[in-house]
């Protein structure tokens, strides 16, 4: 008994805190009414039951646990029927998930009330599963297949054998991967802001580490799976072997993955690593249809729409809505009623009956739309059937002229450029207080500080770096999708990263960044095959960030930089100014490894003229206006 209540105080502990952030981001099944012709239907069942902590064998022997919420009478009976199974996949402890409320996918009752059963599993590794945590490794990634053939089966006495999935994050890329190894009965998924790319959209985006999430997400799910597990009392040999896997994981995985890192060894580079934990080397195995969730400002803003696209693309049913979403805001779905289709748990719904049920929904398609994006710059919602359409054509703007430090900024422009060369000064204190030290620490900030003025204005942030600017516009320009800043660069130790804002300033001076890019100087290699170009306009490169590609520049060399600038969409409004602002630090977001950091610390150059043409690349919507 004493035991089991240190456990459950435990849990509550760590519930509470996730459940006041669940609390602050006022999340909500019951939301706006969409603008549809479509309804939800009401609740067939009054209560939920719970079973915990079934055990879910796996081929090699090892034992997962997973959470069972069945619908319930009214006495809290569960009801003999079977019914369509939606399962979660999650590394964060399924009794801590259950305890935060919605933000991490934990809260099933309104779908289970209306006749589906909930399955959510403890990864291997983690919460009370055995075996070791290796984030995604092979291994865990079968088992995704396995749990869901596991639902399917006609043993389980709850499952009528039809399939989904549900969940954010971690537990949209489980989706994935499990959809990947087409298990008999699932028929569709609901991701949200799932990642696509470890290497290049999360961990080491342009070359340097993410020291901003990365520590924060391994310590979450290492300290989550080091709490004793809640089958202690009832399985206690269970348990206790539960508990030795994790902390073996803790000490065989998470800090030497960290260490090594930093230290520069092979983790700090792309390779076969990363390969086996991107799912984006299966997404062609993918073939059910999926409903996926996005944010402009997420973890996952560069991965999740390649994801929705390639099964665009194949003919697979999928949508996808894009938010004004930090990674906390879009797990949550709570301002998701704001695209106009209805609240996340009305979406979920519609998705899974008419996927998994089988209910005639004629006006889905024409309901809600393939591509739902907030715009920026304007608060609307625009809606495509592709993410880059025939809409959008490739457009270029040159820098011109020469960006004064602590001065006046370059310029931007369609026209003829004016020769120029801006120094960028090494200022360990760049990115500090903007969006993206909130975007790459998950939200957490703006749940604390979000009324600090340099969240949302740059102008002082862009001081510690180079600026370049249009005049203001005569007419509007429309962004959509991935950009790339070509600059050619030289730096005085051979190295460095090139940090890359895109912002929309306004007639009153105030700068908003609508997205941003980087870029370590010795990762420049370019591999075309796997670069995205639009009308011959490379809008998305490519680099291998393997050790072999690896070389620093040499004394007074000039040298092109792609920066790829993750995908937005924004319109820049008459009055306004298109701008850029490239430093050379973004912190707390990315560091150097320690064998790189000496040659960070130096002076980059920006190089523009005729020989040293820099431009800023992107799909525009419509042709691109003249800008002088």
Same mark, same amino acid.
């Given at each position: ?487 050619? !660069?030289?730096? @005085?130790?051979?190295?460095?990263? #090139?940090?890359?804002? %895109?912002? +929309?300033?306004?007639?009153?001076? =105030? &700068? ?68 850029? !602002?490239?430093? @050379?630090?973004?912190?707390?977001? #990315?560091?150097?490894? %320690?064998? +790189?950091?000496?040659?960070?610390? =130096? &002076? ?25």
């Amino acid at each position: 008994m004493h035991a089991r209540t240190t456990v459950h105080r435990l849990l509550m502990i760590v519930g509470l805190a996730l459940g006041m952030i669940a609390a602050s981001l006022t999340f909500s099944t019951t939301a706006a009414t969409a603008a549809t012709t479509w309804k939800p239907r009401a609740a067939e069942y009054p209560k939920t039951v719970t079973e915990r902590d079934v055990a879910i064998p796996m081929s090699d022997g090892t034992i997962l646990r997973g959470d069972v919420v069945r619908p319930a009478d009214a006495n809290g009976k569960a009801i003999a029927k079977r019914f369509p199974v939606l399962v979660t996949i999650t590394a964060y402890n399924k009794t801590v998930v259950s305890s935060a409320g919605g933000f991490l996918g934990g809260d099933s009752s309104y779908l289970v009330k209306r006749g589906y059963v909930q399955l959510t599993v403890d990864a291997r590794g983690t919460g009370s599963s055995e075996g070791i945590w290796r984030a995604f490794d092979a291994r865990e990634n079968k088992d995704g297949g396995e749990i869901m053939t596991w639902a399917h089966s006609s043993a389980r006495p709850w499952s009528n054998g039809i399939t989904g999935m549900t969940g954010p994050s971690y537990m949209g890329i489980s989706q994935l991967w499990a959809a990947a190894a087409q298990p008999p009965g699932l028929k569709a998924i609901f991701p949200q802001v799932p990642g696509a790319d470890v290497y290049r959209d999360v961990v080491a985006s342009g070359g340097q580490l993410d020291v901003g999430f990365i520590p924060l997400w391994l310590g979450l799910v290492t300290s989550t799976g080091l709490i004793p597990p809640t089958v202690l009392a009832t399985s206690p040999d269970s348990a206790i072997k539960e508990l030795l896997d994790h902390l073996t994981g803790a000490g065989t995985f998470t800090v030497p993955l960290l260490l090594s890192a930093f230290l520069g060894g092979e983790p700090a580079y792309d390779g076969a690593f990363y390969k086996e934990r991107s799912v984006i080397n299966v997404i062609d195995k993918v073939k059910v249809p999926a409903f996926f969730v996005s944010g402009e400002y997420d973890l996952f803003q560069r991965g999740t729409p390649l994801l929705f696209e390639n099964l665009n693309k194949r003919g697979i049913p999928a949508k996808m809505i894009v938010g004004p979403w930090d990674h906390l805001q879009a797990s949550s779905g709570a301002d998701i009623a704001k695209a106009g289709y209805g609240s996340l748990g009305e979406l979920q719904l519609r998705w899974f009956d008419h996927y998994l049920k089988g209910r005639s929904d004629s006006t889905l398609n024409s309901d809600i739309a393939n591509l739902t994006y907030y715009e920026q710059g304007t608060g609307a919602w625009a809606k495509s059937t592709k993410w880059i359409g025939p809409s959008l054509t490739g457009a270029k703007l040159k820098l011109s002229g020469t960006s004064a430090l602590l001065g006046a900024p370059g310029g931007l422009t369609s026209g003829t450029a004016t020769a120029g060369t801006s120094s960028i000064l090494p200022i360990p204190a760049a990115g500090l207080c903007t969006r993206s030290a909130n975007q790459w620490t998950a939200g957490v900030p703006n749940l604390l500080l979000a009324q600090l003025p340099c969240f949302s204005d740059n102008q002082l942030n862009d001081k510690a770096g180079a600026v370049f600017s249009t005049k203001p516009l005569t007419k509007a320009v429309t962004v959509q999708g991935p950009i790339n800043a070509h600059l050619y !660069a030289s730096s @005085a130790g051979g190295d460095g990263m #090139l940090s890359v804002a %895109l912002e +929309d300033e306004a007639p009153d001076g =105030t &700068v908003k960044r609508l997205t941003g890019g980087w870029q370590v100087i010795s990762h420049r290699a370019l591999d075309t095959s796997k670069s995205r170009y639009l009308d011959g306009v490379l809008i998305q490169p490519f680099h291998p960030f393997t050790k072999a590609a690896q070389k620093r520049l040499a004394p007074n060399e000039v040298a092109p930089i792609d920066v790829e600038i993750f995908p937005t969409r924004a319109k820049i409004l008459p009055g306004h100014k298109l701008r850029i !602002a490239v430093q @050379a630090f973004d912190v707390p977001h #990315l560091l150097p490894t %320690l064998p +790189d950091l000496l040659g960070t610390l =130096t &002076v980059l150059k920006i190089h523009n003229s005729a020989t040293y043409p820099s431009t800023i690349n992107f799909p525009s919507v419509g042709t691109l206006p003249t800008i002088p």
